[in-house]
């Protein structure tokens, strides 16, 4: 089976426009879950998505959202950009029971200037 | 809410010795999972090991194993045999159970494997 994929894997972006970076799961996967890694904060969930509908969000402000496709392929949009978002973002999915396990993708490095 | 701390931000090992990662976390969930992740320097987070907490049998995968202690709200990783390429970030992580795929992480340990 294919990975998780993500893309683009790297996006450069100027404080205040918007960006939309987008996941697709392993095959067979419904639920898909967001995470930001900065060397400040660490690993800090954003997110996760199961079957089109969000199941768990973290603290994060309303600037950042997603969305889930009905083939399970996920989205997350950050709005006004601000230099603090600068981060690798990663997505990880699992088939949505309680006993599996995550796998990640790549991820995508976002440098807001 | 889950917590997980990782006291060591750096350890260095000679190749072919064996090192152990401390991880100890908190949580209020009676069900929940444990893991170990391995982040390289490409960024790819990949699953090293997990362990279910209803489990008492200390979860082993080739090289790696962990020293599960649920009352004392430990899990270590042992690493024999190290090899380069297990120069990594290693992060622990928890994860309540039922439904919730919320990943708590560490703040991870650097770990260099020298030739």
């Known amino acids: 089976k294919a990975g998780v994929t993500q893309t683009p894997r790297y996006l450069i972006k100027t404080r205040g426009q918007q960006v939309t970076l987008s996941c697709s799961p392993i095959?067979?996967?419904?639920?898909v879950s967001w995470y930001q890694q900065t060397p400040g904060q660490g690993l800090q969930f954003l997110f996760e998505?199961?079957?089109?509908?969000?199941?768990n969000k973290g603290n994060f402000p309303g600037r950042f959202s997603g969305r889930q496709f009905s083939n399970s392929r996920s989205e997350m949009n950050v709005s006004t950009l601000e230099l603090g978002d600068s981060a690798l973002y990663l997505c990880?999915?699992?088939?949505?029971?309680?006993?599996?396990?995550?796998?990640f993708g790549p991820g995508t490095r976002l440098t807001v200037l | 809410a889950q917590t997980v701390t990782q006291s060591q931000p750096e350890m260095s090992v000679q190749e072919a010795e064996t090192v152990t990662l401390s991880c100890t976390y908190d949580?209020?969930?009676?069900?929940?999972?444990l893991f170990w992740y391995k982040q390289p320097p490409s960024r790819q987070m990949i699953l090293v090991i997990r362990?279910?907490?209803?489990?008492?049998q200390n979860a082993t995968e080739n090289r790696f194993s962990v020293n599960f202690q649920k009352a004392a709200k430990s899990f270590s990783l042992k690493i024999s045999d190290s090899q380069l390429g297990d120069t990594a970030m290693y992060f622990c992580a928890s994860r309540a159970n039922f439904g919730n795929e919320k990943l708590t992480f560490g703040t991870g340990t650097r770990l260099t494997i020298i030739p």
């Open positions: 990880a999915s699992t088939a949505g029971q309680h006993t599996d396990t995550q796998y």
């Open positions: 362990q279910e907490a209803y489990k008492q």
């Open positions: 095959s067979g996967h419904r639920s």
């Open positions: 998505y199961f079957s089109e509908t969000q199941r």
């Open positions: 949580t209020s969930e009676s069900n929940y999972y």
